[in-house]
């Protein structure tokens, strides 16, 4: 397991980190995972044995019951505190009341006092803000996370599911008035989903932010299960729960180039997928989940897999991004600033 600086922190993390999204399986959720406390902790161990120090949950897992089962796991393994990098999030409805949800400074206190009771900790060592509150401003979250920074119960601040230009107005805010900034992103990212290389990566490039690719298999859809001439079996998580959007004629022209790929390696379809993205620069630390050991055993062993340089140029030319406009322009007008040409 290979450690990566969590972006301009002198913070080391797991190059994969164990997300819980599977665990406790209330509401929804269920048809992402039912993994109870018994199964968590066996999974956790087998993480950490691994040599994984990073996990990730949230508060709307399950309403609470991921981040309760994930703290009882490290309870029961007699996990040291300061031996795990924990992340969580607020913003998703929690409860019937009108400020059960969003990121209002009420609501992120909240959350936080929330989290750390069902996490049995003193500290969240990584809080992410889940996604966008169009209701809020950003001066009003940004100053929520602030003070549950200064009240010592939050280390570091990440963002989740938001757009460029706003992460770089809220860290413009927080400059401006001397706040904590966010030093790491949760996006979706995946060799069958790239569209974070227009805008998001050239602007997390530029600031060392950490960034964790959330749901590196597509929802299922990279986990060997699917091809062009297999049926479903009804028992994938994609049957039931058809999320995140992926172009499936695109994904499977993927698929057909990871196949002999993987089969060079003596590895599974999921393996290269993941490889890829622990290819990539931008990439500090890669999300895995799972409902049974042998998936997450898999899913840790795609950190062995070293992609040789055609094998990566194969995978790029497949998965590669239409041009859009302004980046072909970019590109073009970058020729003329090639070093040693007039």
Same mark, same amino acid.
């Given at each position: 397991?290979? $450690?990566?600086?969590?972006?301009?922190?002198?913070?080391?993390?797991?190059?994969?980190?164990?997300?819980?999204?599977?665990?406790?399986?209330?509401?929804?959720?269920?048809?992402?995972?039912?993994?109870?406390?018994?199964?968590?902790?066996?999974?956790?161990?087998?993480?950490?044995?691994?040599?994984?120090?990073?996990?990730?949950?949230?508060?709307? $897992?399950? $309403?609470?019951?991921?981040?309760?089962?994930?703290?009882?796991?490290?309870?029961?393994?007699?996990?040291?505190?300061?031996?795990?990098?924990?992340?969580?999030?607020?913003?998703?409805?929690?409860?019937?009341?009108?400020?059960?949800?969003?990121?209002?400074? !009420?609501?992120?206190?909240?959350?936080?006092?929330?989290?750390?009771?069902?996490?049995?900790?003193?500290?969240?060592?990584?809080?992410?803000?889940?996604?966008?509150?169009?209701?809020?401003?950003?001066?009003?979250?940004?100053?929520?996370?602030?003070?549950?920074?200064?009240?010592?119960?939050?280390?570091?601040?990440?963002?989740?599911?938001?757009?460029?230009?706003?992460?770089?107005?809220?860290?413009?805010?927080?400059?401006?008035?001397?706040?904590?900034?966010?030093?790491?992103?949760?996006? $979706?990212?995946?060799?069958?989903?790239?569209?974070?290389?227009?805008?998001?990566?050239?602007?997390?490039?530029?600031?060392?932010?950490?960034?964790?690719?959330?749901?590196?298999?597509?929802?299922?859809?990279?986990?060997?299960?699917?091809?062009?001439?297999?049926?479903?079996?009804?028992?994938?998580?994609?049957?039931?729960?058809?999320?995140?959007?992926?172009?499936?004629?695109?994904?499977?022209?993927?698929?057909?180039?990871?196949?002999?790929?993987?089969?060079?390696?003596?590895?599974?379809?999921?393996?290269?997928?993941?490889?890829?993205?622990?290819?990539?620069?931008?990439?500090?630390?890669?999300?895995?989940?799972?409902?049974?050991?042998?998936?997450?055993?898999?899913?840790?062993?795609?950190?062995?897999?070293? !992609?040789?340089?055609?094998? !990566?140029?194969?995978?790029?030319?497949?998965?590669?991004?239409?041009?859009?406009?302004?980046?072909?322009?970019?590109?073009?007008?970058?020729?003329?600033?090639?070093?040693?040409?007039?």
């Amino acid at each position: 397991m290979k $450690y990566n600086f969590l972006g301009n922190t002198g913070v080391l993390v797991s190059e994969l980190c164990f997300g819980t999204m599977t665990f406790g399986g209330d509401g929804y959720f269920e048809v992402i995972g039912k993994v109870q406390q018994d199964e968590g902790t066996a999974l956790v161990k087998t993480a950490l044995d691994a040599g994984i120090n990073f996990f990730d949950t949230a508060n709307v $897992y399950s $309403y609470g019951k991921s981040e309760e089962i994930l703290g009882q796991s490290f309870r029961t393994l007699g996990v040291k505190r300061s031996d795990v990098f924990i992340a969580t999030k607020a913003r998703g409805r929690m409860a019937p009341g009108a400020n059960q949800v969003g990121l209002s400074r !009420l609501h992120i206190m909240d959350s936080v006092n929330e989290s750390l009771v069902r996490l049995g900790s003193d500290h969240i060592d990584l809080f992410y803000i889940h996604g966008v509150d169009v209701e809020t401003s950003l001066e009003e979250t940004m100053r929520g996370l602030e003070d549950v920074v200064r009240s010592g119960k939050v280390r570091y601040l990440g963002v989740s599911n938001h757009a460029a230009w706003q992460i770089m107005k809220a860290n413009g805010i927080a400059g401006k008035n001397g706040w904590t900034k966010f030093v790491a992103c949760q996006h $979706y990212y995946t060799i069958a989903g790239r569209d974070l290389e227009r805008e998001l990566i050239p602007m997390i490039k530029d600031q060392n932010l950490g960034l964790m690719p959330w749901s590196p298999l597509a929802g299922g859809f990279l986990s060997g299960k699917y091809t062009r001439t297999s049926e479903s079996s009804g028992e994938n998580r994609r049957d039931n729960f058809d999320f995140p959007p992926v172009d499936k004629e695109k994904a499977y022209d993927i698929i057909d180039a990871i196949q002999p790929i993987a089969q060079a390696h003596g590895v599974s379809v999921a393996q290269i997928a993941l490889a890829w993205l622990l290819h990539q620069s931008s990439v500090t630390s890669v999300i895995i989940g799972a409902k049974k050991p042998e998936q997450l055993a898999d899913n840790i062993a795609a950190t062995n897999v070293e !992609l040789t340089a055609d094998e !990566l140029e194969q995978l790029n030319k497949i998965s590669a991004l239409k041009p859009e406009y302004p980046q072909w322009m970019i590109e073009r007008q970058a020729r003329e600033r090639v070093p040693g040409k007039a």
